[in-house]
């Protein structure tokens, strides 16, 4: 990730369907910026869940959940990519 990529920027992209994450894709990354990836993941799963949405509005409550659904998909790909690799994070 190059320095001018913001992680949290990346992780809510990644929420809104925009940028993905692959195993093959974390070769790239060296630790450091795996961690930074791993905290901005878990700032923006924490800002949407944080969110309120009426429960009469299922469309909203539908994105809502395909962003936490995203989200959660990329921390466990990241978490078992470190943990193969064994990368604290």
């Known amino acids: 990730m190059s320095a001018t990529v913001n992680p949290v920027i990346f992780a809510s992209e990644i929420a809104d369907g925009f940028n993905d994450l692959t195993p093959s894709m974390l070769d790239f ?3 450091l ?3 930074k990836i791993y905290e901005g993941l878990v700032i923006v799963q924490r800002e949407i869940r944080g969110k309120y949405i009426n429960r009469e509005d ?3 409550i539908h994105r809502k959940q395909m ?3 995203r989200i959660g998909e ?6 078992q990519y470190c943990h193969r690799y064994r990368i604290a994070v």
């Open 74 to 79: 990329a921390l466990d790909i990241l978490e």
């Open 29 to 31: 990354y060296s630790p």
């Open 58 to 60: 299922a469309l909203s």
């Open 33 to 35: 910026e795996l961690r």
């Open 67 to 69: 962003k936490l659904q």
